[in-house]
């Protein structure tokens, strides 16, 4: 059975992207998801939301609902799709609305400090 667990993230996290600090936030959360890596969801709070523009991708996951994507943007390049976030988390996942997560990629750093 496919379960997901959502917790709070120990310790300060952080995400950079093109040498800018997109996130630093305290109040992570880490959701674990059966069969699958973890994933860190910031709070839109803690991101500097003008680096990210809205994508018109979306995907559907049947434990946590509907995401819309963004793309980092930076002075050297466009990140398509590089972010997501579940604005309507569907019932057991409703921590991670108003949350936004990442893919760590060659450019994009995930990390905790």
């Keep these: 059975m496919n379960e ?7 310790g300060v996290w952080t995400v950079r992207a093109g040498g800018a600090v997109l996130v630093e936030s305290r109040n992570a959360l880490v ?10 969801y910031f709070p839109r709070e803690d991101i500097a939301m003008a680096f990210l523009d809205t ?3 979306v995907s559907h996951c049947p434990k946590k609902g ?3 994507y963004f793309s980092i ?3 050297s390049q466009t990140l398509k799709d ?4 579940y ?7 409703e921590q991670i609305k108003d949350h936004i997560a990442f893919y760590a990629t ?3 750093t995930i990390e905790q400090i």
């Design 106 to 108: 060659d450019y994009v």
């Design 55 to 57: 994508s018109d991708h």
């Design 66 to 68: 509907d995401a819309s």
């Design 87 to 93: 604005e309507n988390p569907l019932p057991g996942t």
């Design 73 to 75: 943007v930076t002075k």
């Design 31 to 40: 959701l674990s998801e059966t069969g699958m890596s973890d994933v860190i």
């Design 4 to 10: 997901v667990t959502i917790r709070a993230a120990d």
């Design 82 to 85: 590089a972010a997501w976030s």
